[in-house]
T-cell receptor, first 114, second 107 residues
Framework: KAGVTQTPRYLIKTRGQQVTLSCSPI?????VSWYQQTPGQGLQFLFE???????NKGNFPGRFSGRQFSNSRSEMNVSTLELGDSALYLC?????????????FGAGSRLTVL | KNEVEQSPQNLTAQEGEFITINCSYS?????LHWLQQHPGGGIVSLFM???GKKKHGRLIATINIQEKHSSLHITASHPRDSAVYIC?????????FGKGTHLIIQP
C-alpha cells in the first residue's frame, strides 16, 4: 500500500515569503502530525490533526499553521519566512491519535530560506 | 514539559557486538516510540511501547514506567544498523524527542 507522501520534497524560498507543504497519509489513517527537524534543535512537534480538527500544538509562533481536509490530507503553512525556518519538515500519519499508535513518516520536505 | 535524555550521543562498535541505547524522561507518558533515521532523512518507526518489552528480529525494546526509562538493544549488530536512533515520548504536549544516538557499526 502507498506510504505517506509529502510534496514538494525540496524548495527554496526567500525571507518574507510564505510556503505551503502537503502531506497525504496512508489510506485509512485519520491522524496527521507535523514535525520540524533542524541540526540545532533536533526534532520538534508542530501540530497534530485528527478528523479535520487540530488536537495538539507545539511551541511554535502563529506563523506556523495547518489544516486537514475531509480526505485526511493535510497542509501546513509558514508565513513571513525567516532564515531560521530552514529545516526538514516531516509529517507522520497514524490510524488514530498518535500518542499510543505507531507512526508512519513521510520522506519530508526540505525547506531552504535565503 | 517533558525532558527526554538519550545516551550515548555517539556510539561506534564492531559488527556482531551487542548494542544498548538508553532513554530517560522526566514526566509520565502514555507511550514511548523508538525511531530510526538513515542519512537522507527518512524516519522509520521501530517500536511503540507503553509497558514491558517488545522484540522484532534482532531489536529489543524495554520500558520501565516507574523509573521513566527505556532501552533499545540490538543483538548481533550489522553495518546496515548504522543510523540515528531517536527516542520520543507521547504526553500532553504531543511528542517530545530526544537528541538521538548516532550509531556506526564497523565491519
Amino acid at each position: 500500500k502507498a506510504g505517506v507522501t509529502q510534496t514538494p520534497r525540496y524548495l527554496i524560498k526567500t525571507r518574507g515569503q510564505q510556503v505551503t507543504l502537503s502531506c497525504s497519509p496512508i489510506s485509512g489513517h485519520r491522524s496527521v502530525s507535523w514535525y520540524q527537524q533542524t541540526p540545532g534543535q533536533g526534532l520538534q512537534f508542530l501540530f497534530e490533526y485528527f478528523s479535520e480538527t487540530q488536537r495538539n500544538k507545539g511551541n511554535f509562533p502563529g506563523r506556523f499553521s495547518g489544516r486537514q481536509f475531509s480526505n485526511s490530507r493535510s497542509e501546513m503553512n509558514v508565513s513571513t519566512l525567516e532564515l531560521g525556518d530552514s529545516a526538514l519538515y516531516l509529517c507522520a500519519s497514524s490510524l488514530v491519535l498518535s500518542g499510543a499508535n505507531v507512526l508512519t513518516f513521510g520522506a519530508g520536505s526540505r525547506l531552504t530560506v535565503l | 514539559k517533558n525532558e527526554v535524555e538519550q545516551s550515548p550521543q555517539n556510539l561506534t562498535a564492531q559488527e556482531g557486538e551487542f548494542i544498548t541505547i538508553n532513554c530517560s524522561y522526566s514526566v509520565g507518558i502514555s507511550a514511548l516510540h523508538w525511531l530510526q533515521q538513515h542519512p537522507g532523512g527518512g524516519i522509520v518507526s521501530l517500536f511503540m511501547l507503553s509497558s514491558g518489552k517488545k522484540k522484532h528480529g534482532r531489536l529489543i525494546a524495554t520500558i520501565n514506567i516507574q523509573e521513566k526509562h527505556s532501552s533499545l538493544h540490538i543483538t548481533a549488530s550489522h553495518p546496515r544498523d548504522s543510523a540515528v536512533y531517536i527516542c520520543a515520548v507521547s504526553g500532553a504536549d504531543g511528542l517530545t524527542f530526544g537528541k538521538g544516538t548516532h550509531l556506526i557499526i564497523q565491519p
